[in-house]
Antibody
Framework: QVQLRESGPGLVTPSETLSLTCTVS????????WSWVRQPAGKGLEWIGR???????NNNPSLRSRVTMSIDTSKKEFSLRLSAVTAADTAVYYC???????????????WGQGATVTVSS | DIQMTQSPSSVSASLGDRITISCRAS??????LAWYQQKPGKAPKLLIY???RLQSGVPSRFGGSRSGTDFTLTITSLQPEDFATYYC?????????FGGGTKVEIK
C-alpha cells in the first residue's frame, strides 16, 4: 500500500529555512498532487500547498512567498522549504497525497505520520 | 479565502449514540466538502469526500449531507474507535481550508 514518510530537522532557528522531505513508497508519484499540511500543537489544520508530479504548484497565499516546493519522481520524494521561520511556524508538518479525479478533487487520502518541527533559538 | 465553521467544538456521547457534526461554508462550495477523522498523535484520515461519498474502507455508520452551505457529518451508533476529532475541509477552491474541528468525547 502507499506510504508516506516525512523527514527533516526537528529544530530550526528563527529566521532560517525549514526543510522537509516526504518519501513515497508503494506507488508511483505520477498523476497525483502531493500536499503539505501543518498543525500547531492543540490547534487545527492548515493547508500549505501542493505540487503535481510535473512540478506545477499551488500555494496558500497566507504563507506568501516563503514556501518553495519541489519534486523528484525518480527518487520518489517531494520537498518543502519554508523560509524566514518564526515561532508561529512551530507545528507538526504532514505530507499527503492529493487526488486528481474530478469527483475526488482536492481531498487527501494518504498521509504521512507527521514531522514535529520546533522553531527556537 | 473560504471560511469553514464547525459546531459544536466538542460533543460528549455514549457508545451506540447517533451524533451529528455541522460545518458551514462562508460561500457556496457546491458539494465539494470532505470530512477527516484524527486521533491523538496520528495523521488525519479521510472519511468522506464530495459531501457524502464514503472513502474506501470507511464504515457505513458514517454519512454526510448538505443543505446549501451547511454540511453535516452523521455517525450512527458510535463505536469505541470513533472517539476522535473531526475536521471538515472545503475542496472547492484554493487555498484549501479546514474547519476548526469537533472533538467527540466519551460521556
Amino acid at each position: 500500500q502507499v506510504q508516506l514518510r516525512e523527514s527533516g530537522p526537528g529544530l530550526v532557528t528563527p529566521s532560517e529555512t525549514l526543510s522537509l522531505t516526504c518519501t513515497v513508497s508503494g506507488a508511483s508519484m505520477n498523476n497525483y498532487y502531493w500536499s503539505w499540511v501543518r498543525q500547531p500543537a492543540g490547534k487545527g489544520l492548515e493547508w500549505i500547498g501542493r505540487i503535481y508530479s510535473s512540478g506545477t504548484t499551488n500555494n496558500n497565499p497566507s504563507l506568501r512567498s516563503r514556501v518553495t516546493m519541489s519534486i523528484d519522481t525518480s527518487k520518489k520524494e517531494f520537498s518543502l522549504r519554508l523560509s524566514a521561520v518564526t515561532a508561529a511556524d512551530t507545528a507538526v508538518y504532514y505530507c499527503a497525497r492529493d487526488r486528481v479525479m474530478v469527483e475526488e478533487q482536492f481531498t487527501m487520502d494518504v498521509w504521512g505520520q507527521g514531522a514535529t518541527v520546533t522553531v527556537s533559538s | 479565502d473560504i471560511q469553514m465553521t464547525q459546531s459544536p467544538s466538542s460533543v460528549s456521547a455514549s457508545l451506540g449514540d447517533r451524533i451529528t457534526i455541522s460545518c458551514r461554508a462562508s460561500q457556496d462550495i457546491d458539494n465539494w466538502l470532505a470530512w477527516y477523522q484524527q486521533k491523538p498523535g496520528k495523521a488525519p484520515k479521510l472519511l468522506i469526500y464530495k459531501t457524502s461519498r464514503l472513502q474506501s474502507g470507511v464504515p457505513s455508520r458514517f454519512g454526510g449531507s448538505r443543505s446549501g452551505t451547511d454540511f453535516t457529518l452523521t455517525i450512527t451508533s458510535l463505536q469505541p474507535e470513533d472517539f476522535a476529532t473531526y475536521y471538515c475541509q472545503q475542496a472547492n477552491s484554493f487555498p484549501l481550508t479546514f474547519g476548526g474541528g469537533t472533538k467527540v468525547e466519551i460521556k
